[in-house]
């Protein structure tokens, strides 16, 4: 029996049909990424087609790892000569050997965000741009889609005719341009724009190409973006022997420039392209389908379409609403640990999937705990992001400086000013002298050494030692707020506006959440006490290596993987959807793209899925009342094993209970001090009087629009609820919630 019996007709046609460009549309699960496998191993097993001539592009390094593998189990000889990448690592491999053929040197240098904001910076001042009307990263991000489309300076600036913000842009992209050239630099944009620009100019490497690659292939084909697809175009060219597999239900990244009219563009560039539909889903059981199938229906501008399966009906897909998304993550702990120990799954087996980053630190730490070993994929455990690193290393500098990598860390975040050559001076001094880093940067204008930068060092001790001063009447949540306030740390971030910073804000968040929620628990909660605490669950690196771990991810990154049980966390509307999706202006297509990321993470179940939800989530400190996901509830509930409960009004606590009640937020403990009226003076010191009442209507930031329905004196702060037009009730505090009468 050949390994081609176990493929279906349809399957089995865009293996064999090797010649030619060939389209294969269809669902989840379906097979498109092994008729992809299958046909490399085809071309050389059975065509005898040299390894060498066949490219395979693929979407992340990890979905590459695994078609490598897939065809490496299945060819003897000689399959590491395929390419088998994503889009940048292949453009970044023809760039070293040809971009001297357009003027660069082929030791370029690649630009991560870091650089180009600075470079940004550079330009800004050079052509006096106002960045506070222009920031720096929306000029970045504007720069960025335009290279998805392949959009020229020159292009640029002739588009924006008449539009001065799209002149300014056009100016700032041009002059952006020639620093990188200048610099023998590409960015992450670039590696695509520059080699389509290469072949575009120089026929002889295009046909050198064209020849090595006779053998195309592209998975994930729906979110190429339109430079991707010129580059296939390209390279395609002259075979012809083009082969894209997609499906349009799961295009998750038009925040990204994907363009799904390259589906529609394909039959247009290959007139006589083969067009291939897989119906039958290999991966899930019925009911896990049908659920995914239900979900998906609700999407009105999509070709219909609908998978079946020959697999068992299967288990019915656990629901479960929890309190708090604490309890959440107990569950799914406790329950991935009986699987385990039933022996019905090893840790691999299982993954956690969720909306938003910020969402894997409930996990997280509920798996240290728990001993369970876990890896975060294609992204960076909690603890060891920057921005939370960031704010622990000043809560320790506040704390007692004597970490001083930690004070290292952050004496440039924000950028001072202060040069590598001062800073070693005063580590010079520090060691001469016996002192901690910090205390030597406390003595900086007697160090003879550094002239004048002492002047630079001084608002950061006198930063630090304010922020100290205030410890006795604040709590660390607020002592967060102050940090983030002073450095302006967030505002930054809200400026770059970015999907990147937007995540980096949710960590923020989350953080804050993190620490409310240790000041809930603690008896007397101090600042020593939130790091030791944090200390616990952030040193990671000492989880022991093992193969075997629970994977948590991002929907997004768990596109084209599959696991026999799939845990989809935080399924609430406001969170996914996201808030963002709900009150956008064009609701209806951010929410459809929501839905399809939600049949993204539906349809990575084999065997089992479980889907849960939290009817408080603490976000920024603050507890919001959440609804159950209307993805959920478009799941046929005969599908569901565990009830939606009608939505009910939270229940208020009464103000007796507001003493001893969670949400007041307590001060640090006096230890530290001694000083008893500490407390008092931190109470009235803190609140401030509010200037809306019960009835007003009121906004905020992210939720819009709302009318208030309680305010509850907390003692050192108010508790507000509001209900929001949008999003429902929200319970908040008021110095946090920043609302403002309307
Ligand atoms: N003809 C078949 N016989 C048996 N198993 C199959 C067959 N076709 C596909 N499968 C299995 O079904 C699962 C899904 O296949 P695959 O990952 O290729 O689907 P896909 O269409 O690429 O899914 P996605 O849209 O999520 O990327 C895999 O485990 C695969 O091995
Ligand atoms: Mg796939």
């Not at 929907?555 to 406001?574: I, N, R, T």
């Not at 179940?605 to 920024?620: D, P, Q, T």
Request: aromatic share 10%; charged share 30%.
């Amino acid at each position: 029996m050949s390994i081609y019996d176990s493929l279906n007709e349809e399957q089995k046609k865009g293996v064999f049909t090797t010649e030619g460009p060939v389209l294969l549309l269809a669902g989840a699960g379906s097979g498109k990424t092994r008729v992809l496998t299958h046909r490399a191993v085809y071309l050389i097993e059975e065509l005898g087609v040299n390894p060498y001539h066949i490219l395979a592009i693929t979407f992340t390094n990890k979905a590459a790892g695994e078609m490598r593998e897939r065809i490496d189990d299945m060819v003897g000889y000689g399959s590491e000569n395929i390419w088998v990448s994503t889009f940048h690592s292949t453009c970044v491999r023809i760039l070293r050997r040809f971009i001297d053929h357009i003027g660069f040197g082929t030791n370029f240098t690649i630009y991560d965000t870091e650089d180009q904001k600075t470079i940004m910076k550079d330009i800004c001042k050079r052509l006096e741009i106002d960045t506070k009307m222009y920031k720096e990263k929306s000029l970045l991000a504007a720069i960025s889609s335009a290279k998805d489309e392949l959009i020229s300076p020159e292009a640029y600036a002739l588009r924006a005719q008449g539009d001065f913000r799209k002149m300014k842009e056009a100016a700032v992209y041009r002059e952006y341009q020639q620093v990188l050239r200048k610099n023998n630099a590409l960015d992450f944009d670039d590696l695509i724009v520059k080699t389509v620009e290469l072949f575009q100019s120089d026929m002889e490497v295009l046909d050198y190409y064209q020849e090595r690659f006779r053998y195309i292939m592209v998975d994930e084909y729906q979110d190429t973006n339109t430079a991707q697809f010129q580059l296939i175009k390209l390279l395609a060219g002259k075979y012809k022997n083009l082969c894209v597999v997609g499906d349009d239900d799961q295009s998750i990244y038009k925040f990204r420039g994907a363009n799904i009219y390259n589906i529609l563009n394909f039959e247009k560039e290959f007139p006589n392209a083969v067009t291939i539909k897989l119906e039958q889903n290999y991966r899930s059981t019925q009911n896990i389908l049908n659920a995914a199938n239900g979900v998906i229906a609700n999407n009105v501008g999509r070709k219909a379409k609908r998978l079946w399966t020959e697999n068992e009906e299967g288990e019915k897909i656990a629901f479960h609403q929890f309190e708090t998304g604490f309890d959440e993550a107990d569950y799914v702990a406790k329950d991935i640990r009986s699987k385990v120990r039933e022996g019905m799954y090893h840790y691999g087996d299982c993954a956690v999937l969720y909306r938003t980053n910020a969402q894997s630190r409930l996990f997280e730490e509920r798996f240290i705990t728990a001993s369970i070993p876990y890896k975060i994929v294609g992204g960076v455990n909690f603890y060891s992001r920057r921005e939370i690193k960031d704010l622990l290393a000043y809560l320790k500098t506040i704390d007692n400086a004597m970490d001083d990598l930690a004070v290292r860390r952050i004496i440039n975040v924000p950028k001072r000013g202060i040069g590598a050559t001062t800073l070693s001076r005063v580590q010079d001094y520090a060691d001469e002298n016996g002192l901690t880093f910090y205390n030597a940067l406390k003595m900086a204008e007697e160090i003879g050494t550094i002239g004048r930068a002492s002047a630079k060092i001084r608002p950061f001790v006198m930063l630090i030692q304010s922020m100290r001063s205030k410890l006795p009447y604040i709590s660390v949540s607020e002592l967060l707020q102050e940090i983030i306030e002073e450095t302006g740390y967030v505002r930054e971030l809200e400026a770059e506006n970015t999907e990147e910073a937007q995540q980096r804000m949710e960590n923020i968040d989350e953080l804050i959440s993190k620490a409310v929620t240790y000041e809930e628990s603690e008896e007397e909660p101090t600042l020593s006490g939130f790091l030791e605490e944090v200390a616990l669950v952030a040193d990671i690196d000492s989880v022991d290596e093992t193969q075997d771990y629970v994977v948590l991810m991002t929907l997004h990154s768990a596109k084209g993987l599959e696991f026999p049980q799939v845990y989809l966390a935080g399924m609430e509307d406001g969170l996914f959807p996201g808030f963002g999706a709900i009150c956008a202006e064009n609701p209806t297509a951010e929410i459809e793209e929501e839905r399809r990321l939600a049949y993204v993470g539906i349809t990575r179940a084999k065997e089992r899925l479980s889907i849960s939800c939290a009817r408080m989530r603490m976000i920024r400190g603050e507890t919001q009342y959440n609804k159950v996901s209307r993805f959920v509830k478009e799941i046929p509930r005969e599908l569901l094993a565990g009830t939606i409960q009608k939505e009910k009004m939270p229940d208020i606590p009464k103000p007796s209970m507001m003493a001893k009640n969670a949400f007041s937020a307590k001060p640090m403990a006096l230890r530290r001090t001694g000083v008893p009226e500490a407390r008092n003076f931190g109470n009235s010191a803190m609140k401030k009087p509010l200037d809306y009442a019960v009835g007003d209507t009121v906004s905020h930031l992210k939720f819009g629009t709302g009318v208030v329905k309680q305010i509850i004196d907390g003692g050192r702060d108010y508790e507000v609820t509001v209900d929001f037009s949008g999003v429902g009730v929200k319970k908040m505090f008021a110095s946090f919630a920043k609302l403002k009468k309307l």
